[in-house]
Nanobody, 126 residues
Framework: QVQLVESGGGLVQVGGSLSLSCAAS????????IGWFRQAPGKAREFVAA????????VYADSVKGRFATSRDNAKNTVNLQMNSLKPEDTATYYC???????????????????WGQGTQVTVSS
């Protein structure tokens, strides 16, 4: 059983930056893919980014490429999401999730993730 706790959300102005963290515990977290998803009010939960903890393969959604970066900190058992050049459309609740999949082409598939954090709110004001 893997437990995930997100932190770092908040209010930021357009063009600003914010860093989220996902603290993982329980199970063998290094064998998981850690994904970031977000959900805006009235919209479906969508893929943002994912990192393979064991080999650091990373995949990003097109909407955040070049602006967001995800990384892992083995010493702290955390995965971070650095968000730059934020836009109003980035406003959402952000979730981290853990799952096991082999192909990087599957990292965006929400249904393949078994464990989810409680989410953290990010609001970008214009």
């Amino acid at each position: 059983q893997v437990q995930l706790v997100e932190s770092g959300g908040g209010l930021v102005q357009v063009g600003g930056s914010l860093s989220l963290s996902c603290a993982a515990s329980g199970g063998t977290v290094t064998s998981y893919i850690i994904g970031w998803f977000r959900q805006a009010p009235g919209k479906a939960r969508e893929f943002v980014a994912a990192i393979n903890w064991s080999d650091s393969r990373i995949v990003y959604a097109d909407s955040v490429k070049g602006r967001f970066a995800t990384s892992r900190d083995n010493a702290k058992n955390t995965v971070n999401l650095q968000m730059n050049s934020l836009k109003p459309e980035d406003t959402a609740t952000y979730y981290c999730a853990a799952g096991r999949m082999f192909f990087a082409s599957d990292y965006w598939k929400r249904t393949l993730y078994d464990y989810w954090g409680q989410g953290t709110q990010v609001t970008v004001s214009s």
